[in-house]
């Protein structure tokens, strides 16, 4: 079965500094990989995605995430935070077979100013 | 255009009187699953359905139950709810059609006294 450890619960980041969220997988095949992003009260929007092909993969809001086989890992990064990406990043690996996703238990950005 | 609804959004009931949470989509989706959301322990899923009249158990499915009638439907029953189910719950659907990008709904806060 596969796996997904984000291994930081928390992070800060001083507004206008550079961000990397890290995230390890496990799963015996090349994965389907995600990052998700929940604001405060809100449900959980799909920012990057990852299947095949160039291994840095461009999403929304400035975000971009890079896999690495080598590693296992696919960490979310941006140049420059902005205080509205305050929220909770969820890592996520897509198995191949049934389409069930394994979550990670979240990284909590905050933003200072 | 394209969603996952979900219905109630907040809910506060008491031990024992048996609930249902609703869960629609328009996206013609095969793959829809319900997860809970807690804190320091992230996304779990409860059940899934990989189509019409199939259904499987997820991580944590002891208290739930779930049907798949239709295609668009996937219903979150609680037959004798307990204060431990106290939760944000998500359902989520996805194609099984490449890759399982889900789509979530806003989310259900569910207190049990």
């Known amino acids: 079965a596969q796996s997904v450890t984000q291994p930081d619960i928390h992070i800060t980041v001083s507004e206008g500094a550079s961000l990397e969220l890290r995230c390890n997988y496990s799963y015996g095949a090349t994965p389907y990989l995600f990052w998700y992003v929940q604001s405060p009260g809100q449900g959980l929007q799909l920012l990057l995605k990852y299947f095949s092909g160039d291994t840095l993969v461009q999403g929304i809001k400035g975000f971009e995430a890079e896999f690495k086989r080598s590693q296992s890992s696919f960490n979310l990064r941006k140049p420059s935070v902005h205080w509205s990406d305050a929220a909770e990043y969820f890592c996520?690996?897509?198995?191949?077979?049934?389409?069930?996703?394994?979550f990670g238990k979240g990284t909590m950005l905050l933003v200072s100013p | 255009e394209a969603q996952v609804t979900q219905n109630p959004r907040y809910l506060i009931t008491v031990t024992g009187k048996k609930l249902t949470v609703t869960c629609s989509q328009n996206m013609n989706h095969e793959y829809m699953s319900w997860y809970r959301q807690d804190p320091g322990l992230g996304l779990r899923q409860i059940y899934y359905?990989?189509?019409?009249?199939?259904?499987d158990k997820g991580d944590v499915p002891e208290g739930y139950k779930v049907s798949r009638k239709e295609k668009r439907n996937f219903p979150l029953i609680l037959e004798s709810p307990s204060p431990n189910q106290t939760s944000l719950y998500f359902c989520a659907s996805s194609s099984n059609q490449g890759i399982p990008e889900a789509f979530f709904g806003q989310g259900t806060r569910l207190t049990v006294v």
């Open positions: 359905s990989m189509n019409v009249e199939v259904t």
């Open positions: 996520a690996v897509g198995a191949i077979e049934d389409s069930t996703l394994t």
